[in-house]
Every structure is written in structure tokens, then in C-alpha cells.
């Protein structure tokens, strides 16, 4: 059945997995962020978005890839249905945090995208993580989907003012833009280098 054909009541029952499992990746993050904080007096998270990806979005994206835009491909093909966003200071939190999650029991890593190491042709920079968390239904336990986004401040900045411009747009950007963005991805790249350096320095002072 077609996204756009399936009533509402049964995209609300397809959702469940993923709103349940965003609740529980808060709850995992919030439990990270005190644990941090208790015993390493370390408070790298800025703050946290989580969404349930829209379902004219979902469609979207799986016409781009080439499959026909149903439930059943969406619950097959599309790994960011739930997402969750974690914002960072430092470009070490990210690794600090994906680390400490990499760790926790109840989730399990399927891929990492790192495109800080690796940015996309684009500029963009952001550390991406697929996982599968259990999730226990009425009708028993399940693996559901969830992509994990860290990044820092000024990665979310320049990110979403790209997504604005460029990333939902059908049509071509102008070529001086993406320079100009390009451009100033490599500004935030140094600046995120140079605040981390700074913070170094810092916590060597105390
Ligand atoms: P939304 O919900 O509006 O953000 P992945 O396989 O997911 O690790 P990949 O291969 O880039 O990474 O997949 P995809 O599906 O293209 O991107 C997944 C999400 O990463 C996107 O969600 C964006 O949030 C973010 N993202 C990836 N590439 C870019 C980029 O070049 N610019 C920006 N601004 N964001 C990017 P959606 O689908 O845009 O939806």
C-alpha cells in the first residue's frame, strides 16, 4: 500500500516501534549525560532533538532511491525513521558520547558513517550511527531502527542552513552557493579545531 494511501490509523500503528524506541534512546542518552556528569564531572551534550521522520518525507526519499514509496519499503529501506540528534561542543565529545554508546547493552551498532573523517563532496560534517534497540510491543519484542546524528554546535549550524538551501531542494542550487558553502564548511572545520584546541588548553589550566 502506498504511503500516501494508508490511512492514519495504520501509519500511527506502523510508527509505535519508532516512537517508543526514540522514548528509550532519550532515556539512554539522558542516563549517559548523568552518569557523565556524576562521575566524571563531564557535561559534553548541548542538547538532544529526536524526530519521527515525516511520512511525505519517507516517500521522498524512497522515489530517490528508486523504490515505489509503500510502508512496507519504508519499514525495509529507510534506516532514519526515528532520529536522534545529539549536539555537541567539541569534536571529542562526539567521540566521547559514541563511544560510551557504542558500550551500552541494549543497543547494537549496524553501521557508522563517520563524515567528520570523512566529510560528504558537500562539506557536511556529522558522525552518523544505525542502530537497532528491542523494543517490547504488545505483541513481543522487536529490533527497531534508529539513526544516531552527533555533531557539534557549529556543525548543526552550518547543516541546517544547507538542508534549508540545498538538501530538500528538487532543483539545482546556483554554483556560487554550494562554493560559498563549501567555503564556509572548511571555516566551521577550522573553527571546531581551534575551540577544541582552546578547550585542551583549558582543562590543562585546572
Ligand atoms: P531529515 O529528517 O529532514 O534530516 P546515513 O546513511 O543516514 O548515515 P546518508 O548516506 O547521507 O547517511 O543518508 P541520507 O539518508 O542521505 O541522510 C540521512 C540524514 O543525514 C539526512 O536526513 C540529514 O539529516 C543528514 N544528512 C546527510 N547528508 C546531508 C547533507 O549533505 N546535508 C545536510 N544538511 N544533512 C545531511 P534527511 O533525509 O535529510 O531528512
Redesign the pocket.
Known sequence: MLIQETNSHDLRIAMLPYTSALKLVDMYIDTIEEELFTYKSQNPIEHVKS?L?RPS?IAR?LEKRGYEPTLENALKYI??IA?VRIVCQFQDDIYKVAEVIKNFQNIRIV?I?D?IKEP?E?G?R?Y?M?VEIPVRMLHGEEMVKV?I?LRTVAMDFW??L??KI???NESDVPEHISKELKLCATMVEQMDDQMQHLNNEIEQLD
Open positions: 524526530r521522520k518525507s526519499k534506516d532514519d532520529g553501521q558513517k563524515y560528504k558537500n557536511y556529522s552518523h544505525h539513526e546524528q547543516a541546517s544547507e538542508h540545498r538538501y530538500k
